[in-house]
């Protein structure tokens, strides 16, 4: 994308700012961090098959591509869609380097057997996993293969399946797999470029050391809440007992232009969705939900609660509330499963008799912290130093259970740390609700989160001081700019202060890149008219810097776009914390979440205006109604407006 140099963005913003009575401190610079030379990664190997993939690359003759290197290719571009297959295979395990007899990608079909490979040609597909290959013939000779990276069940007798391709026109694809006619559907630009129209699929290439099953272990389909926004009415929600539902909008939304309302003349009765999930012991899950007091009242309550089912003994943590305002309010609920399970469901409980509940924006997460709500039992923390560690219930923000901890020496804390395969531009979020533990007393320290594992760290750091006694919500987040092998998650008390509570901690990948701006502007864009830099650490919401932007013609703004391959009813969210700047107050504008790669694109849209100068949470979702290939985070600013401050931008 172009971008203006950092010389032209700081002259137009000097100018803005001076014309709209800012003043102009503290700029840093905006230049993409210094990066190894290699090729261009267009699609992050986290990013798909379960976090399981490789580095989808760019063409390039460069031997590298994110830290991993070429598996065969030709010299005049390595990373060919072949070479996607041999770098995957060899990385899982399931084949050694090259592939025997195979020099162009229809041989992976014509010669399956040399390599120990199974093959079913179209027409006679009757099974599909992730990480098998598609391959197709034609195209000029060659021929193409891509990589199945999920199977969704569509419950109509057909199938989608998620592709992922190197060196091709569209790096994710949909296509449908019939499972009457046993036939697999191709590309849809390849019926739309004159070039490509004698492409044919042959079948599907399966080697049997990949173990996967559709629905199963890392690899299984994107799970998440269906229409949590409320956007599509009530689809996918049920409702039980003497719950009513119904839906609203766009009038009074958190977000979209939908939401959800819900009240139960008898206890137990409850609005819930059920999820296919399998998991196993140790995997945490967090649900996060805005709720509201309907009718301009307040006194609304409840409980949020997510459930792990499927098994003999189900496992629950719930998060009550009450006093609820007609303002909407953040809810959060983890859970950790002790044994394995298959399903994961959300549910509200209105008060029986109580007043009508706002329900918008509901989510969830898988969490990679290893008991993420400290419902009964430290298992994955450990304590450094003098930090003190111990575990309560009564009081806790959600479940049965929170951390507390303290320290009489500086840098003592409490941590976990979690494996995982990271590359440059990978980003990473903690979140979790701390307090103070002494009646009356406030308490202070930092979450930090660093990425670890090679001779450089990298780290974002959130400080936190004058807590009280409420559960206060806080997060940062880090974009890596080199290779790592594990993700840490810190707390550090003040020494000598009083006890710190955590509770529902969160630890996720971002889809979002530099989300948090700590590395300038580097992978975001400004269009038209939109002023854009990045200031820090001061005054930064976490870590050690944050975006700002202005504009002064409707439409311009600053976005990212990510490349996903999206199915019909495939939720996403974006949240952010916005404020105005230069002290003052009164900023306005939207943050939007585009579904895009079809004929027919798909928002959802937040407004905020009076933004006063401290960092203020915002969120939205959309659900598709059909396919997409990519999302775009997008940041509108009024025309003529004061500046708006950005930072922890996070999409999932």
């Not at 000097?14 to 961090?33: D, H, I, K, Q, Y």
């Not at 909008?249 to 309302?261: I, L, M, N, Q, R």
């Not at 987040?477 to 998650?489: D, E, I, K, L």
Request: charged letters at 10%.
């Amino acid at each position: 994308m172009k971008r203006s140099s950092n010389r032209n963005v700081a002259t137009r913003l000097r100018a803005l700012f001076l014309t709209l009575g800012l003043v102009l401190v503290g700029v840093v610079g905006v230049a993409s961090p210094a990066s190894a030379s290699g090729a261009p990664v267009q699609l992050a190997g986290s990013q798909w098959l379960g976090d399981d993939g490789v580095n989808v690359c760019d063409a390039s003759t460069e031997t590298t591509c994110g830290g991993e290197t070429h598996v065969g290719g030709v010299s005049s571009n390595w990373w060919q869609c072949v070479e996607l297959a041999q770098r995957l295979y060899d990385a899982r395990g399931w084949h050694a380097g090259i592939f025997a007899s195979v020099g162009v990608a229809h041989d992976i079909y014509d010669n399956a057997a040399s390599n120990g490979f199974t093959r079913q040609a179209d027409g006679s597909v009757t099974s599909v996993v992730p990480g098998d290959m598609l391959v197709f013939s034609g195209g000029g000779g060659p021929g193409h293969v891509g990589i199945i990276s999920t199977v969704i069940d569509n419950g109509n007798g057909t199938k989608t399946l998620a592709v992922v391709n190197q060196n091709a026109y569209e790096v994710t694809s949909n296509v449908t797999w019939n499972t009457s006619t046993k036939t697999v559907g191709k590309y849809s630009y390849m019926d739309g470029h004159s070039t490509d129209t004698t492409f044919t699929v042959m079948g599907v290439v399966h080697d049997p050391d990949n173990t996967n099953t559709v629905g199963g272990g890392t690899l299984a389909a994107r799970a998440g809440i269906r229409n949590g926004g409320f956007n599509n009415g009530t689809s996918y929600w049920t409702r039980t007992g003497s719950a009513n539902m119904v839906a609203y909008g766009p009038s009074g939304v958190y977000e979209g232009d939908g939401y959800g309302a819900t009240n139960a003349a008898a206890a137990g009765d409850s609005i819930r969705q059920d999820v296919a999930l399998n998991t196993t012991a140790g995997h945490s899950y967090c649900v996060n939900a805005q709720l509201r007091t309907m009718g301009g009242g307040s006194g609304g309550s409840g409980s949020l609660v997510i459930w792990l089912l499927g098994s003999t003994a189900s496992e629950n943590s719930s998060k009550a509330f009450s006093n609820l305002p007609g303002d909407w309010t953040p809810m959060d609920a983890c859970v950790t499963a002790t044994s394995s399970h298959t399903t994961l469901r959300v549910q509200i409980y209105p008060t029986a008799g109580g007043p009508t509940l706002g329900v918008d924006a509901l989510d969830f997460r898988e969490s990679l912290i290893n008991n993420a709500g400290f419902n009964g039992s430290s298992s994955g923390w450990s304590r450094t130093g003098t930090a003190n560690f111990a575990l309560y219930g009564s009081g806790s923000y959600e479940g049965t259970g929170y951390g507390a901890t303290n320290a009489t020496a500086s840098g003592d804390s409490i941590r976990q740390d979690v494996t995982r395969t990271i590359n440059s531009g990978d980003s990473y979020c903690v979140e979790a609700q701390v307090r103070s533990d002494y009646t009356g007393a406030t308490s202070s320290g930092s979450l930090a989160i660093w990425l670890l594992g090679t001779s450089a760290t990298e780290n974002s750091t959130f400080q936190f001081s004058n807590i009280g006694n409420d559960w206060t919500p806080i997060k940062t987040c880090v974009a890596a700019t080199s290779a790592h092998t594990s993700v840490r998650v810190q707390f550090y008390p003040t020494p000598g202060a009083p006890t710190i509570g955590v509770d529902a901690v969160s630890l996720h990948y971002m889809l979002s890149r530099n989300g948090g701006f700590n590395n300038g502007t580097w992978l975001w864009s400004a269009t038209g008219t939109a002023n854009f830099t990045t200031y820090g650490p001061s005054g930064s919401y976490e870590g050690s810097g944050y975006g700002a932007t202005n504009a002064t013609a409707s439409g311009d703004s600053i976005r990212q776009d990510v490349t996903r391959a999206i199915d019909t009813d495939d939720m996403y969210c974006v949240s952010a914390r916005v404020r105005t700047m230069g002290g003052g107050s009164g900023g306005s504008g939207s943050l939007a979440l585009w579904m895009l790669g079809t004929s027919a694109t798909e928002n959802s849209v937040i407004p905020f205006s009076s933004l006063t100068s401290d960092w203020t949470p915002i969120k939205t979702c959309v659900t598709a109604t059909g396919a997409h290939t990519s999302l775009r985070m997008q940041l509108y600013s009024t025309p003529g407006g004061p500046t708006i401050g950005v930072d922890a931008v996070d999409l999932g």
